[in-house]
């Protein structure tokens, strides 16, 4: 029997009126109430955001979070992936560890890098122990900015590499063996295999990664929040300041907006520059 | 100089045994055919020689140089894969030209030598597509033209026609058979259809099990195999094993009376086409069920006392199904084999 053209619809029905109902009505709301001036629409919320004393630092450290973060989390998952790929015993085990901080959530890991890097936590506790140090040295308040950002790097690592190589390493699964082998035979090195074989035919899924880890880099805050409090401001911080401690929700709603188009740009820009030919695949 | 040396070579995966203790060599130039029926080790063999699986013990020398431990890059071949292995992400030229470009050829070289590879296998109208647009046939061309465009020393292919119709197969193993025994290129070419392997091959190793039951030239092996299993593998239609008992040195079948090596039951092979067909009380009795005209021949499938035996009458005959024949043999085109074993009695 043929389906009926409109069972597909029927059946997403439900998870489309969720998504509208949850996602779509306060995306709405946020954005009438970032151009909402008292008397109808009005720039004002997003004026006050651009002049705000915080807002090119925390435009600038989400920037170089992201641009510092991602390329080091996608080459290291690449890494790790293609590691694993190589293993024979123990894979499972050993990609368990390793997505091990998929479960803790964000405040927890950016608490657990604090308890290490904190004036008086166990970095400096071992660096004094053995004598290179002579007391507490800080790192993460903001005379100390560099070292804050390098600590906010290595925990966002920590915390968000795995899910970059999960989706790595379902990709690098379903590229037959037969195509490296077949580069074995004709004489390619290892890097030409990877650079000519393994890279274009894991595109779709570089693509997924990037994007999804992208979006959520953008989006960081707890880490940040647990390790510098307001010493390294970020967009979405600052949107956090501007809701609860300055009660203005609509500069709040304003960085929310920009937040979700950086997003929406990276996405776009990602499925432009990375795009699949269906025809070169499979 | 790059003829090939199997020395002992064996591979089991975990507790399944794959191969065992396989020994031959492949002269320098020559074209030797891997037959046999599907699973028997054939793929694992050629995977060997090319490196690709690493033996359990034995080893492989190509051209006077142990290549036992070397990678495949390193051992100076190419490969038809029997999955093809067509890189999806690359036009055809490209995957043409790979193992070109991997020893740094120059532009106008690899032009050159892909637009050859795919005049011989008659895909140059699709170079600029990309795999995903060939059909099966199409693609398998494509691995076979990556392979001569590198014009190896050595090449191994694995079942390199077994998606192209009757005739372009035909025309290919032609085409592939002079080309190859032009450069002097020694090959290994796997297959399990048998009348490719006769057709083409200097020599034909017939597997089975894991094991090479026979090697020899394809006459030899299409007339004399070395066992049971060899006769009714190769050859179409496959040898006919009639079961007697021999007394005296001599083996009777109704009027026919054959000279035997040993007494007790003994099996009787014979090719069809070496059947003369006599009246009933001049031969052995052979009554036939059912006549094909096979265009080129007759061909009658029938019994011989118990056994199921072809043989092939010329195409005008009449014959009709029922009736029985007499049918005279040769001694020198038969075999004898050991129920037993299944072995082929050495000797006459
Ligand atoms: N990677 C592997 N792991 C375990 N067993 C394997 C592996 N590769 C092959 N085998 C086994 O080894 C035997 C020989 O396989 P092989 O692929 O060499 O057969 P083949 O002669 O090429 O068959 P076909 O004509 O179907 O291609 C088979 O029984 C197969 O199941
Ligand atoms: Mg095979």
Redesign the pocket.
Known sequence: MLQPRWLPYLLIAPSVAFLAALFLVPLGQTILLSVDGGQGFSLANYARMAGDLNFPTALRNTFALVAVVIPLQVALALVMGLMLQKMTRGRELVLWIWTIPLGVSDLAAGLVWLAILQDSGYLNTLLFQIGVISGPTAYLNSETPVALFFAVVLAEIWRATAIVLIILVAGIQLIPKGFGEAADIFGASPWTKFRRITLPLLKPSLQSALILRTVLAFEVFAVVYALGGRNFPILVGEAYTWQNENQNYGVAAAYAVLVMAISLAATIIYLKALRVDPETQG | MAGILIDKVA?Q??N????QEISFTVEDGEFVA?L????????????IIAGL?VQSSGKVMIGERDVSSLKPAQRGLAMVF?NYAVFPHMTVFENVAFGLRMKGADQARVEAKVRKAAELLHIEQYLERFPAKLSGGQRQRVAVARALAVEPAVLLM??PLSNLDALLRLEMRAELRSVLREAGTTTIY?T?DQTEAMGLADRIAV?QG?HIVQIGAPTEVYSRPATRFVGGFVGSPPMNFVNTVAASGQARLGGLTLASPVDGPIVLGFRGEDAKLTDAAGGAPFTVRVAEPMGSHLLLTGRIGDDLARVVAPPAARIAAGETLGLALDPARIVWIDPETGRTHPGA
Request: charged letters at 20%; one cysteine or more; aromatic letters at 4%.
């Open positions: 591979k995966f975990g399944a045994v794959a191969l891997l046999g029926p599907s699973g028997c080790g054939k793929t694992t063999l050629l995977r699986e029997q694995d079942e796997v399990h597997m894991g």
